[in-house]
């Protein structure tokens, strides 16, 4: 059974940084799709950050400049570096994978993880 488990949310104040991790167990697929979502309350699901099986990455442009997401040096672990952050990065944030489409931004991943919780305040 593939399992995705995040890690690294917490609390920060506005302009400050923070890293999410996220590592997949439970399956021996090679380079898959791998993606950052967030969700804040009343909100829609949106992309936030991926990674291709080729390292190409793709950003929301509501993060460009901010957020680097990269892989291990495991293949089944990404992570996500929040730099300058702001009020409105406040969400659960999802970790999402799939081996055989590349999806990008769009929220159509096969496997997703539970999420962790950034809170951003003033």
């Known amino acids: 059974q593939v399992q995705l488990v995040e890690s690294g949310g917490g609390a920060v104040q506005a302009g400050g940084s923070l890293g999410l991790s996220c590592v997949a167990a439970g399956y021996t697929f090679s380079n898959p799709g791998m993606a950052w979502f967030r969700q804040a309350p009343g909100k829609e699901r949106e992309g936030v950050a991926s990674?291709?099986?080729?390292?190409?990455?793709t950003y929301a442009d509501s993060v460009k400049g901010r957020f680097t997401v990269s892989r291990g040096i495991t293949e089944n672990t990404l992570y996500l570096h929040m730099d300058n952050l702001k009020i409105e990065d406040t969400a659960m944030y999802y970790c999402a994978a799939d081996p055989w489409i590349t999806w990008r931004l769009r929220p159509k991943y096969a496997y997703w993880g539970q999420g962790t919780q950034v809170t951003v305040s003033s």
């Open positions: 990674i291709d099986f080729d390292g190409t990455t």
